[in-house]
């Protein structure tokens, strides 16, 4: 009845009970403070009441500002996952919310510091030798790309160098989890080594018939089953944080040298090209795989390990030096056995990888080409590549599963049932052979017994029986826990050899990066050394001049590294200075879009000097590309890329501002339309081809740039609003270089270059359009075309003698057959 009237108590009961109970306590220390003191009890009650209201009044103000606080971050966290917009810190960090249930959570995200880098390139850039050379890391650093992936240095060599990236510092997240890890799977052992003692004492006290003991000892085993069951789920889990924790490190590190200023993410796959079909592979599914693999390994080799050592030690002390020897014997014996049949997994590994890759890349094509394919009717074609490769992969799967039936029907054998075995012969040494073991039975007496003699004789043996069981069934657990970490050992062997196929990719994938991030390209050391290869850039870019500029440049297409490009111009030299608009023409193949990809850096310069401002801003330069690239995100992200919302409200930008640049770029409706500057969209189906050149348009009004280069940006618009556009453009103070045919865009332009001229294309033509000499090269053009029109007849006539030539023959060649 008690319990049930407390249950009925209303919460202002309950919280009146509550502080009544605190202010007694309070009262009380105070009464016995005010007999050391000249203290009143009145005062006393009075210090005791204004202390318990401050600390109430103190802890609903911390709670109602803790509450408020999270109630601001899930609102701010709404209103940015709608924006596609995140913070920015002091630090150069940058917080994110990413959509939760029916939340936002924060995810705070730190740059790689330079200096890292820096720090990890020696782990990662050979500093001599080539492929083919012996590797050895003391002098090599990093191996060479020709090591096949497998159980040697080099693995240990890329192992290490990752783990470098993954635990960065001792006190780091990653280091307190595998710490934390390690303390459970020693929990786990020492859990083991309870367990089997106490199976000992279960089962001497069934066959002893002691039911007291009996019942004890399950009511331990059950206790310790309950903490067992807590540690073994703790393990899983520790391991499953462990591999998130080094996917995180790994996939930002990546990101950060992918994403970065160099351009890594271009030259990695048009210049480079030491990854083969691309990245996107190795950063979502290698990665990922090598760091399960490796969380995985880290608790099927640390435990097995621990469990090895202290069983051994265990079964010294019970069983003796003998039978260490030939466990030991036995472990090295399969080991070796093992590691000779075993079939080279590693190298099986990352070749299923690389198929994988390719398979993939296929489908990733076909995706970013559908419209094309589906235009051409080039269903049937794809699906041929498509089964094509699909079918490599299957084939190659299927002999390494074949591979896997023989290893795999030994590996059982020895470690199940061979081991099994002679862990029943080792456990029976101390019952067969008393000597071995700790429990030799005492020597009889000569003399004759007396009865009362006899019954402690079998008081002893029946002692010595019962402690044989015991100690049997002990080492008969310790021998089967032994086993299977011995054998969870040798099946780690395996786990290892693919562990280093996933190491090997996902290190030749951040050592490329590097590569391509210093530009450590090296001429082989046997081979002839290619003109225009990555290895024998000579040539200078320059950010920060008020222009552009070109110096002796040859205009170079670039091969993967290490083949030599191909030279389109000789060399090319102009520049470009403030309010000089330049149009770049000349037939398709010319180099047009090569000069800017120069310029812009993607291309290198491989002789002479380039010379630009730095990217973006007022006082940079701008490049829009022949094919408009519209990001995901919000219709104010097409706006404003490569900013984000972050960067607009930085620089004090504003959406009405944005409104104003879409009607100079005639895409004014576009808000009505869609729904606001908040609605995402697949704006690349959404938008057509001639909204998306003017998009390309409107972002270069909004960046303001003092130079712009557009490449075909107008292919797509109307003659008229071509005009304005490019009128608007030179209001705003931006000088414009445009690539393309069109002879109307010359009355916007100053100057005019023109390339693939000569009798073999490689020669240009830089002039100032509206002078002599430009004119001079239009009526040369004219009279050309005038003088092939003059000979259209005799070419006519010409064309009907062949015609009529070839009838005859026909006819012969008709009539002999006849």
């Known amino acids: 009845m008690a319990a049930q009237s407390t249950l009925r108590k209303s919460p202002s009961d309950r919280f009146s009970?509550?502080?009544?109970?605190?202010?007694?306590?309070?009262?009380?220390?105070?009464?016995?403070?005010q007999r050391r003191g000249p203290l009143s009890s009145r005062t006393a009650r009075l210090v005791a009441t204004l202390a318990l209201s401050l600390a109430i009044i103190t802890a609903s103000y911390g709670g109602y500002k803790t509450y408020s606080r999270r109630k601001a971050d899930r609102e701010t966290g709404r209103r940015l996952v709608r924006r596609n917009s995140g913070l920015r810190g002091k630090d150069g960090s940058r917080t994110i919310f990413v959509p939760y249930k029916d939340s936002t959570s924060r995810v705070t995200i730190f740059p790689t510091k330079k200096t890292t880098f820096d720090a990890h390139r020696r782990l990662f850039l050979a500093s001599s030798g080539q492929a083919g050379d012996k590797y050895d890391p003391a002098t090599m650093g990093p191996p060479p790309t020709g090591i096949k992936p497998g159980l040697n240095v080099a693995f240990l060599h890329q192992f290490l160098s990752l783990m470098n990236v993954m635990v960065p510092r001792w006190r780091s997240k990653e280091a307190g989890l595998l710490t934390t890890h390690a303390v459970f799977l020693l929990a786990r052992t020492y859990l083991s080594l309870v367990v089997a003692r106490l199976d000992g004492e279960i089962v001497r006290d069934l066959?002893?018939?002691?039911?007291?003991?009996?019942?004890?000892?399950?009511?331990?085993?059950?206790?310790?089953?309950?903490?067992?069951?807590?540690?073994?789920?703790?393990?899983?889990?520790?391991?499953?944080?462990i591999s998130i924790a080094f996917r995180t490190r790994l996939t930002r590190y990546v990101h950060d040298l992918y994403l970065g200023h160099d351009l890594a993410y271009y030259k990695l796959h048009n210049l480079d090209g030491g990854i083969g079909q691309g990245a996107d592979q190795f950063i979502t599914q290698d990665l990922t795989l090598f760091c399960d693999s490796a969380a995985s390994l880290y608790s099927s080799l640390g435990k097995p390990l621990v469990d090895i050592f202290t069983f051994n030690f265990q079964l010294y002390h019970s069983l003796g030096p003998f039978a260490l020897t030939g466990l030991l014997a036995t472990y090295f014996g399969t080991a070796t056995l093992l590691r000779k049949l075993s079939p080279p997994f590693?190298?099986?590994?990352?070749?299923?990888?690389?198929?994988?890759?390719d398979f993939r890349a296929l489908h990733a094509r076909l995706i970013a080409n559908a419209e094309e394919v589906a235009f051409y009717n080039g269903g049937a074609t794809e699906h041929v590549l498509l089964d094509k490769s699909f079918k490599e992969l299957k084939t190659w799967v299927e002999n390494i599963y074949k591979i896997r039936v023989g290893y795999n029907i030994l590996e059982d054998f020895l470690l199940k049932y061979s081991w099994s075995a002679f862990g029943y012969i080792i456990t029976s040494l101390p019952v067969f052979l008393p000597v071995i073991g700790e429990l030799t039975p005492a020597p009889r007496s000569q003399s004759s017994p007396e009865p009362a003699v006899e019954v402690g004789s079998r008081s002893k043996s029946q002692n010595q029986s019962d402690g044989r069981m015991k100690q049997f069934i002990t080492n008969k657990r310790l021998m089967l826990n032994l086993a299977d970490a011995g054998s969870r050992?040798?099946?780690?062997?395996?786990?290892?050899?693919?562990?280093?196929?996933?190491?090997?990719?996902?290190?030749?994938?951040?050592?490329?990066?590097?590569?391509?991030?210093?530009?450590a390209y090296a001429a082989p050391r046997y081979q002839h050394a290619e003109l225009y290869s990555l290895a024998s850039i000579e040539g200078t870019l320059h950010r920060g001049f008020d222009g552009v500029r070109l110096e002796d440049v040859p205009v170079v297409a670039p091969a993967l590294y290490p083949m030599g490009g191909e030279e389109l111009i000789e060399n090319i030299s102009f520049i470009v200075g403030p309010g000089d608009h330049l149009l770049i023409t000349g037939p398709n193949g010319a180099g047009k879009s090569a000069v800017a990809r120069i310029v812009a850096g993607l291309w290198p310069t491989y002789r002479g000097l380039t010379s630009r401002p730095r990217q973006n801003g007022q006082?940079?330069?701008?490049?829009?590309?022949?094919?408009?690239?519209?990001?995901?995100?919000?219709?104010?992200?097409?706006?404003?890329?490569?900013?984000?919302?972050?960067?607009?409200?930085?620089?004090?930008?504003?959406?009405?501002?944005?409104?104003?640049?879409?009607?100079?770029?005639?895409?004014?409706?576009?808000?009505?339309?869609?729904?606001?500057?908040?609605?995402?969209?697949?704006?690349?189906?959404?938008?057509?081809?001639?909204?998306?050149?003017?998009?390309?348009?409107?972002?270069?009004?909004?960046?303001?740039?003092?130079?712009?280069?557009?490449?075909?940006?107008?292919?797509?618009?109307?003659?008229?609003?071509?005009?304005?556009?490019?009128?608007?453009?030179?209001?705003?103070?931006?000088?414009?270089?445009?690539?393309?045919?069109?002879?109307?865009?010359?009355?916007?332009?100053?100057?005019?270059?023109?390339?693939?001229?000569g009798e073999d294309a490689n020669e240009y033509e830089f002039l100032r359009v509206g002078t002599a000499s430009e004119k001079d090269s239009v009526e040369k053009e004219l009279q050309e075309l005038r003088e092939c029109l003059a000979q259209v007849d005799s070419w006519k006539a010409r064309r009907q003698e062949i015609e009529e030539e070839l009838g005859e023959v026909w006819v012969r060649t008709g009539e002999s057959g006849a």
């Open 346 to 357: 590693g190298k099986l590994k990352a070749m299923e990888g690389r198929k994988e890759g």
């Open 17 to 33: 009970e509550t502080f009544d109970y605190f202010y007694n306590r309070l009262a009380a220390r105070l009464d016995k403070l």
């Open 207 to 241: 066959v002893a018939g002691k039911g007291k003991a009996f019942l004890l000892g399950i009511c331990k085993w059950l206790a310790i089953g309950s903490v067992s069951s807590y540690t073994n789920s703790m393990i899983k889990f520790l391991q499953s944080k």
């Open 489 to 519: 050992m040798m099946y780690s062997i395996k786990d290892l050899s693919e562990l280093a196929g996933y190491t090997s990719r996902v290190y030749t994938l951040i050592s490329t990066l590097h590569r391509v991030h210093a530009k």
């Open 619 to 757: 006082d940079g330069i701008m490049f829009l590309p022949q094919r408009p690239y519209l990001s995901p995100g919000t219709l104010r992200d097409q706006v404003i890329y490569p900013h984000t919302e972050m960067d607009m409200r930085d620089a004090g930008r504003r959406e009405s501002e944005l409104q104003s640049i879409l009607e100079q770029a005639k895409l004014g409706y576009l808000t009505d339309r869609e729904g606001g500057w908040d609605t995402r969209k697949e704006w690349k189906d959404v938008l057509s081809g001639g909204e998306k050149q003017r998009m390309g348009i409107a972002r270069l009004l909004y960046h303001e740039p003092r130079f712009a280069f557009i490449d075909e940006g107008t292919s797509a618009v109307s003659s008229d609003v071509e005009g304005l556009l490019y009128e608007r453009a030179k209001g705003k103070g931006i000088t414009l270089i445009t690539i393309s045919t069109r002879a109307s865009l010359k009355r916007y332009h100053s100057y005019t270059l023109t390339l693939g001229l």
